[in-house]
Each structure stands twice: as C-alpha cells, then as structure tokens.
C-alpha cells in the first residue's frame, strides 16, 4: 500500500491550496476516504470525509472553505482549500478505510496514511 499527499506550502491568511493524494496498493475506488491534520500539541482532526461514491462532509471549522473530491480512475483524493486562516496551518495527512462514519471522523478507525504534506498560513 502506497498513499503520497503533495501540494503543502506556505500561502498568506486568504489564499488558497490544493492539495492531492495519490494511493495504490488497495481498492481506492471502494474505500471511503479523509482528510486530516496535526498540528504541534493539539490531537489530529479530520477535516473532511469522502464517500466511495464522492458524497463529501466537513467540520464546521472547514465548512464552506474546504472542498474534498475523487477521481476514482486515478485513484486520486484532493483537498481544495481556500480563505484559508493562520489555524489551519498543521500537517495534513490523507487516509483511507474501507468504511467510516463521516459523521464520527476519527483517526483511529482509518487503516492507509501517507506520511502528510505541510501546510503553513501567515497573518
């Protein structure tokens, strides 16, 4: 199983990323998957669960800001993230679960992590 995010770096408060997740070794197109993050000393948090079927939820921290989507040909995962604030700034980690309870994200219940790309927003 491989799982790569990309896309991190450093943006002002306002701007925008995006973010990917490219996975390979398992059935991308049947497993629900999410978006965390980590930042020091705080617990990681979801920040967005996608069905296999691409029905997408959020936090109310991220809602209306974050936008996940899929391309299951490419077994591709993407976090579009925009007005983003300096809170954001943490670890961002894609994983993956054959099933989740979008409404319960947790990080323990996902199987498949990448090792995270960073992201960094400025005042």
């Known amino acids: 199983v491989q799982q790569a995010e990309s896309g991190g770096g450093s943006v002002q408060a306002g701007g925008s990323l995006r973010l990917s997740c490219k996975a390979a070794?398992?059935?991308?197109?049947?497993?629900?998957m999410g978006w965390f993050r980590q930042s020091p000393g705080k617990e990681r948090e979801g920040v967005a669960c996608?069905?296999?079927?691409?029905?997408?939820s959020y936090p109310d921290s991220v809602k209306g800001r974050f936008t996940a989507s899929r391309d299951n040909n490419k077994n591709l995962l993407i976090l579009q993230m925009n007005r983003l604030k300096p809170e954001d700034t943490a670890l961002y980690y894609c994983?993956?679960?054959?099933?989740?309870?979008?409404?319960?994200?947790?990080?323990?219940?996902?199987?498949?992590w990448g090792q995270g790309t960073q992201v960094t927003v400025s005042s």
């Open positions: 070794g398992y059935p991308f197109s049947t497993y629900y």
């Open positions: 996608i069905t296999s079927d691409g029905y997408a």
């Open positions: 994983a993956a679960v054959r099933w989740a309870s979008c409404a319960n994200l947790r990080p323990i219940d996902f199987d498949y």
